[in-house]
C-alpha cells in the first residue's frame, strides 16, 4: 500500500490568483514538445476530480496519452475527424493552404490537427455511464484552469463520427464509454491572453430575456 507521502498531491501549486488564470487563459493550439511531468498530469487530474458533479455521481472519466507513437496515431485520425467535420460543413477546403487569411479561428484549427500527433499530451474526457455530459464539462474546466495556473495550455476540441470507432479500438475504450471531449496540453508555443470576448452587456440579460444588465 502506498505511503500518504507518495500519493499527496500539492494544492498549492495551484497558487497563480483564480482571476489571473481565468482572464489570461486562451485556446493553446501550438505547444513545445517538451513532456509534462507526471506529477503535474495527476495534480491536474485532481483538480478536475473536485469540480461540481450531478448527484455526486462522478461520471467523469479521463483518458492521457502521453505515449508519442499512440498520440500521433490518435493524431492521424483527429486530422482526419478535423477535414470531415469541414465536409459537413460544406467547406471547399481541402487543405490548410486554401483557407481564407480572413478565416483566422479556422486556420488555426486547421494548424491544430496538423500539430496535434506531436502534443506531449492528449486527455479525452469521457463519462460512465453514458449522459453525464452536465457533470463533465465541469471537470474539464477545472482541469483547463489548473493546467493554466501551471503554465500548461490547452483546448477543448471534438471528434467526428467518422472516426469514433477507430479511436475507441485504437485506445481500448469500451462501448459502454461515451466520449465528450479531446484537450491537447503542453508548454505554448506563443503567449497566454488576455483575450478578446465579447461585452457581457451584450450576452447577459436581467430577470427575463432581454432584460439590461445594470452595467449595460
Known amino acids: 500500500m502506498s505511503s500518504p507521502e507518495a500519493t499527496a498531491v500539492d494544492p498549492s501549486r ?10 489570461t487563459q486562451r485556446s493553446i493550439r501550438r505547444f513545445r514538445r517538451e513532456p509534462i511531468p507526471m506529477e503535474d498530469i495527476r495534480l491536474i487530474l485532481e483538480a478536475a476530480a473536485k469540480a461540481p458533479s450531478g448527484g455526486n455521481r462522478q ?9 508519442p507513437a499512440v498520440i500521433e496515431r490518435f493524431g492521424a485520425l483527429y486530422r482526419e475527424a478535423w ?9 471547399p477546403w481541402t487543405r490548410r493552404e486554401d483557407i481564407p ?11 491544430l490537427a496538423e500539430q496535434i500527433a506531436h502534443a506531449p499530451c492528449v486527455m479525452l474526457a469521457l463519462s460512465l455511464p453514458r449522459g453525464g455530459a452536465s457533470s463533465v464539462v465541469p471537470a474539464v474546466q477545472n482541469l483547463m484552469v ?33 466520449f465528450h471531449l479531446c484537450i491537447p ?6 503567449r497566454f491572453g488576455p483575450t478578446q470576448r465579447l461585452p457581457t452587456a451584450d450576452t447577459s440579460y436581467m430577470n427575463q430575456w432581454g432584460g439590461p444588465v445594470p452595467w449595460r
Open 146 to 178: 489548473a493546467a493554466r495556473a501551471l503554465g500548461i495550455g490547452s483546448v477543448p476540441t471534438t471528434l467526428h463520427l467518422s472516426v469514433m470507432e477507430r479511436v475507441y479500438s485504437l485506445l481500448g475504450i469500451p462501448a459502454e464509454i461515451e
Open 185 to 190: 496540453l503542453g508548454y505554448p508555443r506563443g
Open 14 to 23: 495551484l497558487a497563480m490568483p483564480v482571476g489571473e488564470a481565468m482572464f
Open 59 to 67: 461520471p467523469a472519466r479521463f483518458l492521457v496519452l502521453t505515449d
Open 83 to 91: 477535414w470531415a467535420k469541414r465536409r459537413d460543413e460544406g467547406r
Open 101 to 111: 487569411q480572413e478565416e483566422r479561428n479556422s486556420r488555426a484549427a486547421a494548424l
